[in-house]
Nanobody
Framework: QVQLVASGGGPVQAGGSLRLSCAASGSYYNNYCVGWYRQAQGKGREGVAMVDIFGRTDYADSVKGRFTISRDNVKNTLYLKMNNLKPEDTAMYYC?????????????????WGQGTQVTVSS
């Protein structure tokens, strides 16, 4: 059974930073594209960042230059470093595993996802 456990969210002031982590178990994590998506209250799912098995990354335009996704294939852990946070980044952040090693669209439906970690940015 695949488990993805996200952590690292919390309240932060605008301009601040957070690092989200996602620990994966029960899957061949290294063989798949993984990423983060977010969902703000009352809004739909938005793909934030993805990284494929070769380390190639893709980001939503709204976070380019501010967020960095990385994966540790030894620790089976995914990270999202978020800098210069803005109030519009406030959302529940979910880590996800997709169905292939290469990543498709940022808004692809994930195969598995975790329970989410809340990020709240105040102005």
């Amino acid at each position: 059974q695949v488990q993805l456990v996200a952590s690292g969210g919390g309240p932060v002031q605008a301009g601040g930073s957070l690092r989200l982590s996602c620990a994966a178990s029960g899957s061949y994590y290294n063989n798949y594209c993984v990423g983060w998506y977010r969902q703000a209250q009352g809004k739909g799912r938005e793909g934030v960042a993805m990284v494929d098995i070769f380390g190639r990354t893709d980001y939503a335009d709204s976070v380019k230059g501010r967020f960095t996704i990385s994966r540790d294939n030894v620790k089976n852990t995914l990270y999202l470093k978020m800098n210069n946070l803005k109030p519009e980044d406030t959302a529940m952040y979910y880590c996800a595993q997709y169905s292939h090693g290469s990543c498709g669209s940022l808004n692809s439906s994930p195969l598995y996802w975790g329970q989410g970690t809340q990020v709240t940015v105040s102005s």
